[in-house]
């Protein structure tokens, strides 16, 4: 690439240049772009500009969505063709090139489901137009709790982007405030949803910095923000949040599976897209030893390639070297008596940055606190459960396989609260489809039922 | 009788002494048991040089430690030269913000007020502001020095003053306390005070910090009073990043005059932006009395022009002399005005932090 990059944000008014911009760069710290970075009024003055447009009759913003997902997939997107966007995410995110492609065309299908994803979600009382015949006497409208969605994204992983298209499905007006580290992702997005028919007061890019983020969040209506369990707790009691944290998501083996005949679930759980995402596994619980499964994992996961982030067969992801060593003392740290089963964990490149290679540890308990470090690689804790470890262990979880024929247990697992995803069999921790919620639907958090008679 | 040894340090208010003139002269004054403050001739025992024989030029002033420290202590009477004779009933106390810790004190002379706000008339009429306007002040009164020169100012503009008034300091210590709830009412408050008067009275000039301004671009009611009646908008007590600058003169108050200003307790007044400025705001001191050095703090020596640096700042007047004092705020470095003393300020910002403690800067 010739030059640097120059990202402006999109605002309410077009692209914006301002003078403060902050530096991207790639996992070897090589500068690829820079990032406008937007002031405090500048973002305030944009939400209230959303505010105030009104949305796009339904049919029309579900068109819009469809052809947005279909740029950005497959057509050269404010000059920068879809090949080369895919590299530039893999670069700087460190995400291996064949998860970031993936992820491309699990956007767009997002894109063209977002509707259906969201409507999921619709109470069966509750109609989506006052117009609606059925409501005439009495009933309920599926009505937006605010008009302007805030969304705070993280870039360890471009599929976050996903999910907020419902919103727009739904007809709020969005300000995504991209992660620094990877922007590209909600850029092409928002540049693909203004080409294909959304105005640019309905969808905004609002690169900023942390001060103005939290502006942003208290300006818009609702917000989504992601983070460590640190942003979890800071806005586990604002009701207009929906703060995304660690998924904890994990794998149950009980005695009357082998664990060996499920091996290749397990190691696409933890693996998967370079085992940077909330529904990577994090545990793997089994009845009885789990040293021979632990082992097992390990040998499936050693002598992965060690390769850029950008190269074409790329399986694990990639930080600075400074960073790998960072994340591979906290995991020294927090491992403290855990059996090791892998390889070392940092694979320089040579270029400046390094693989992560996986880190698969075995535990004595099902209570051990080492189920709560979740980092951002494939990392896996196998550890015992039994009947009497009960639910406990299983609590906090995004997404958990359950691979069990026994009924109570997973009726358990059905009711409880804190575990938001449950797949029973052997599938992998990642599974999903349009229509299954995430963690709960969006629906849920963006939408509420609002009284209606109208005869 | 003794000022009249050195009659550059009251050279008419309208006429700009010879820099080196004025310094040797004002440092003949400071430190002279005759004249001198009690404050500077005790401190003179414990300076490794002779200020009088050994600082010629205002390069030489880097000779002296920095004092302002002491200013958080030192009694007021001990800052007032010996020479201005019984001056009690002719000086006035007024202290820094406190943005980095408790606040330093200083002492004003009649003589110094007159002269810093006349040379803030001439600029205001080399600039063409408008005249014969009110003016509404949200700017700190009581111990801060800007209500007082803001107050001249107006009157002698010929426009009645308003003002809401303000404990920059309370506000400092809500944001300092994670207390931004309260802060963020406080700024409400004043908010409701400004939009009184602005809906009831004639307007026309508006001076207000940096975050109260935008406060009020946030605010579409008062947003609206603003651009009907205000012409000019003076913004002056706190930094002003260039993007927010650029997007109140260009869309949130299209047809208002914006002039910014800078002013440190620590010059003992402010000075204007330089006009016609495009990209960033520009400062030029109210040179000899008031000069300015954009520095390396590693090094002490000046960065390149067009750099970023550590703002060092001279007062030398009959009325104190504060030198070598390295402040909490960075600013590019730019070239100064012909025969001006030292640099011109560009762009500036406070430090993140300073000396230790983080530097707040609230609502002034």
Redesign the interface.
């Known amino acids: 690439m010739s030059g640097t990059l120059y990202l402006d944000a999109l605002g309410p008014s077009g692209p914006y240049r ?3 911009r902050s530096a991207v760069e790639d996992v070897t710290g090589t500068r690829v772009a820079e990032l406008a970075l ?5 973002a ?2 944009a939400v ?1 500009a959303l505010r105030a447009a009104v949305p796009l009759p339904s049919d029309e913003r579900i068109a819009a969505l469809e052809r947005a997902g279909k740029a950005f997939a497959s057509a050269p997107v404010g000059g920068v063709p879809t090949r080369e966007y895919e590299r530039l995410v893999a670069r700087v995110s460190g995400t291996p090139l064949p998860a970031v492609r993936a992820t491309t065309r699990s956007i767009a299908n997002a894109a063209l489901e977002a509707h259906r994803a969201a409507h999921a979600a619709r109470p069966q009382g509750a109609v989506d137009d006052w117009r609606s015949p059925s409501a005439r006497a009495g009933g309920a409208l599926w009505s937006r709790r605010g008009g302007v969605l805030a969304v705070h994204a993280p870039g360890n992983h471009p599929g976050v982007h996903a999910q907020w298209l419902e919103a727009l499905a739904l007809g709020y007006r969005v300000a995504v405030r991209p992660s620094r580290r990877e922007p590209f992702t909600p850029r092409r997005l928002v540049q693909a949803l203004r080409t294909a028919g959304f105005p640019q007061d309905h969808v905004a890019l609002l690169p900023c910095e942390h001060g103005v983020a939290d502006t942003l969040i208290r300006d818009t209506d609702l917000a989504m923000v992601y983070g460590g369990d640190d942003v979890v707790d800071r806005h586990r009691a604002d009701p207009r949040v929906l703060a995304q944290g660690p998924g904890r998501s994990k794998i149950l083996i009980t005695k009357d599976h082998s664990a060996a005949t499920v091996l290749d679930t397990v190691v696409d759980s933890v693996l998967h897209q370079g085992g940077t995402a909330c529904v990577n596994a994090t545990s793997v619980f089994v009845e009885g030893d789990p040293r021979p499964l632990a082992r097992m994992i390990a040998d499936r996961l050693r002598g992965l390639p060690v390769l850029p982030p950008d190269a074409e067969d790329a399986v694990l992801p990639v930080r600075p070297v400074a960073t790998a060593r960072a994340l591979a003392g906290h995991l020294a740290d927090r491992a403290a008596d855990a059996v090791s089963h892998g390889e070392d964990v940092v694979a320089d490149i040579g270029d400046g940055s390094a693989c992560l290679r996986p880190a698969v540890h075995s535990l004595d308990g099902a209570d051990a606190p080492q189920h709560r470090t979740e980092l951002p690689f494939p990392c896996v804790w196998v550890a015992p459960w039994s009947c009497s470890d009960g639910m406990a262990p299983l609590r906090d979880t995004l997404a958990l396989t359950a691979v069990t024929d026994d009924e109570r247990l997973i009726d358990r697992l059905m009711s409880e609260p804190t575990v938001r995803n449950v797949y029973v069999g052997a599938h992998p921790t990642h599974w999903t489809v349009p229509g299954v919620p995430h963690d709960g639907y969006l629906g849920e958090f963006l939408m509420r039922s609002k009284g209606l008679r109208r005869a | 009788m003794l000022a009249n040894e050195h009659p550059v340090l009251d050279c008419p208010p309208d006429r700009v002494p010879e820099p080196e003139e004025l310094l040797r002269a004002a440092l003949r004054w400071h430190f002279d048991p005759r004249t001198g403050s009690p404050f500077w001739l005790r401190r003179a025992r414990s300076l490794d040089f002779d200020p009088v024989r050994d600082v010629h030029t205002f390069d030489d002033l880097r000779l002296f430690p920095n004092v302002v420290d002491e200013l958080r202590e030192t009694r007021v009477e001990d800052l007032v030269p010996r020479g201005y004779g019984d001056s009690s009933g002719r000086v006035r106390v007024y202290e820094s913000g406190g943005t980095t810790g408790a606040p330093k004190r200083v002492v004003f002379t009649d003589d110094w007020l007159e002269r810093s706000v006349a040379w803030s008339l001439r600029n205001m009429s080399e600039r063409g502001h408008p005249e014969g306007l009110n003016w509404l002040a949200l700017a700190p009164a009581g111990p801060h020095m800007f209500g007082e020169i803001i107050a001249r100012q107006a009157r002698a503009r010929g426009g009645l003053l308003f003002t809401v008034d303000f404990d920059p300091r309370w506000v400092k210590k809500c944001v300092a306390q994670g207390r931004t709830e309260e802060a963020a009412r406080y700024t409400e408050h004043l908010l409701e005070q400004a939009g009184h008067v602005l809906a009831t009275q004639d307007v026309g000039v508006l001076v207000a910090t940096p975050p109260l301004l935008e406060r009020i671009a946030r605010d579409a009611r008062l947003t609206a009073l603003v651009n009907k009646n205000v012409r000019l908008i003076r913004w002056s007590g706190a930094h002003m990043d260039p993007d927010t600058r650029d997007l109140l003169r260009d869309e949130v108050f299209p047809e208002v005059e914006l002039s910014g200003g800078y002013g440190s307790t620590m010059i003992l007044g402010g000075v204007d932006e330089r006009p016609d400025t495009e990209g960033v705001s520009v400062f030029d001191p109210f040179s000899p009395y008031m000069s300015f050095r954009v520095v390396d703090p590693e090094t002490g020596a000046e960065v390149p022009y067009g750099e970023r640096g550590q703002v060092v700042m001279n007062h030398v007047s009959k009325t104190m002399l504060l030198v070598n004092n390295l402040e909490r705020d960075t600013a590019l470095r730019v070239r100064s005005r012909e025969g001006q003393v030292g640099d011109s300020l560009g762009d500036v910002e406070p430090l993140a932090s300073f000396g230790g403690r983080a530097a707040i800067e609230g609502v002034y």
């Open positions: 301002p003078t403060r937007v002031s405090e009024l500048f305030h003055r209230n």
